[in-house]
């Protein structure tokens, strides 16, 4: 099982700062990585799929970039609906898919 | 507009049973991949099953022999059978379309079903 770790597991950051969560995984998984939203009492939301390529109506300030075991989710101005966890998730090859423990981005 | 609503679940005694579905409008279950994903309180996401629009199965080893997802294509849903439950599984189910075999992620949910192991 491929093993997927986030950091940091808490990112406190203001309203229009810049957001960079890390996520490693333990074995190459190239750019089959995708990146989820989820706020409290809501469904998760697909935002990053590919390593990079944004989801259908994600806004323009989260991208994703990174290949192999190096991955990194970029918010580029916080908005206030952004303070969520988000969640890291590999998909290579045949099941089982992992995800990582999350990191939780919090206002400072 | 796509829609993913599950059911069923609820309280049940350790070594009980539980079946939960999930309701799908927008798509045709048939024609896609559909999967379940846990959340245990306190905790991060957990894939749990997927099943194939060929039928294939697969399962986290968590709860290999123990559940089994299916779907009702007449019903346009998808059933996960969980029997001999174990405190561990308390979590909030989520029923999950999967883009494809081989791109194995989320691209729409559900808001969650919730089950709870307790005596």
């Known amino acids: 099982e491929i093993v997927m770790t986030q950091s940091p597991a808490t990112l406190s950051a203001s309203p229009g700062e810049r957001a960079t969560l890390s996520c490693r995984a333990n074995?190459?998984?190239?750019?089959?990585l995708a990146w989820y939203q989820h706020l409290p009492g809501q469904a998760p939301r697909l935002l990053i799929y590919?390593?990079?390529t944004r989801a259908t109506d994600i806004p323009a300030r989260f991208s994703g970039s990174g290949s192999g075991t190096e991955f990194t989710l970029t918010i580029s101005s916080l908005q206030s609906e952004d303070f969520a966890v988000y969640y890291c998730?590999?998909?290579?090859?045949?099941?089982?898919?992992?995800f990582g423990q999350g990191t939780k981005v919090d206002i400072k | 507009e796509v829609q993913l609503v599950e059911s069923g679940g609820g309280l049940v005694q350790p070594g009980g049973s539980l079946r939960l579905s999930c309701a799908v409008s927008?798509?045709?279950?048939?024609?896609?991949?559909m999967s379940w994903v846990r959340q245990a309180p306190g905790k991060g996401l957990e894939w749990v099953s997927v099943?194939?629009?060929?039928?294939?199965?697969y399962y986290a080893d968590s709860v290999k022999g123990r559940f089994t997802i299916s779907r009702h294509n007449s019903k346009n849903t998808v059933d996960l059978q969980m029997n001999s439950l174990r405190a561990e599984d308390t979590a909030l189910y989520y029923c999950?379309?999967?883009?494809?075999?081989?791109?194995?992620?989320?691209?729409?949910w559900g808001q969650g079903a919730l089950v709870t192991v307790s005596s």
């Open positions: 999950a379309r999967t883009r494809s075999p081989l791109s194995g992620f989320f691209d729409f």
């Open positions: 927008g798509f045709t279950v048939s024609n896609n991949y």
């Open positions: 099943i194939y629009s060929g039928g294939g199965t």
């Open positions: 074995q190459s998984i190239s750019s089959n």
């Open positions: 590919g390593a990079s």
């Open positions: 998730q590999q998909y290579n090859n045949r099941p089982p898919w992992t």
